[in-house]
């Protein structure tokens, strides 16, 4: 898939603000700072065009992006940070799960954990909604960068068993800095969208 255009359509608090076409979305979830908004830039070659921080609970709304008019990205907020009040955790919490839970353009959701951590329960339970809700159970394996090649091996086992993946389920090891893994998950949409 060769994409010519991409842009920021909204930034969407409640439903009645989602995008009302029937395009197909993919969207990424996972813990708050593990790299979903930089992985939207990397794959679309755009530096800032979703939000970035090194604070986590940069990406508080539901932000979709559309690309060449096709079929959309949507960037969820994170979920696991500790460092806000238990009103604003149910708050982003709430606005993840009625994106997740009601959206019928919903094609795919790509789940991203560290790849230098074990999976959170709150990974766990993101992933089993995943699986149950019968999304392929993709997952993403963030700052590659990070660590040497043997350990990515190691740590891709400890996501899968923690996680308890399937054999078929695909995890893919990528990192926004170094840009590596972009292809795989290119390959991977453009098989999505080919069945
Ligand atoms: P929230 O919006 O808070 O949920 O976070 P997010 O998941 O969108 O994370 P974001 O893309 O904002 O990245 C968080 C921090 O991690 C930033 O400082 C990024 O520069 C850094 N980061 C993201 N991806 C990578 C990566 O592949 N390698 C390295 N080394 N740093 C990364
Ligand atoms: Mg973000």
């Not at 949507?74 to 955790?89: E, M």
């Not at 972009?182 to 098989?191: E, M, P």
């Amino acid at each position: 898939m060769k994409i010519k255009n991409s842009s920021f359509v909204i930034s969407a608090v409640s439903k009645k603000q989602y995008p009302e076409d029937a395009l197909p979305e993919l969207a990424f979830a996972g813990r708050s700072n593990v790299g979903k908004s930089s992985l939207i830039n990397m794959l679309l070659n755009r530096r800032g065009l979703a939000k970035t921080s090194s604070t986590p609970g940069k990406t508080q709304l539901v932000n979709f992006y559309d690309i060449d008019g096709l079929f959309r990205f949507v960037d969820l907020p994170g979920y696991g940070f500790a460092k806000v009040s238990k009103t604003q955790k149910a708050s982003w919490g709430k606005i993840i799960e009625t994106y997740l839970q009601s959206r019928e353009n919903l094609l795919e959701v790509f789940q991203l954990v560290d790849i230098r951590h074990k999976p959170s329960g709150e990974d766990k339970q993101m992933y089993d909604w995943i699986r149950n809700s019968g999304f392929s159970g993709i997952v993403i394996a963030t700052k590659a960068d990070k660590l040497g090649k043997q350990q990515i091996a190691k740590q891709m086992k400890v996501i899968r068993n923690e996680l308890q993946m399937t054999p078929e389920a695909v995890i893919i090891p990528v990192s926004a800095s170094d840009r590596s893994g972009k292809y795989q998950v290119w390959d991977l949409i453009n098989q999505i969208f080919e069945v």
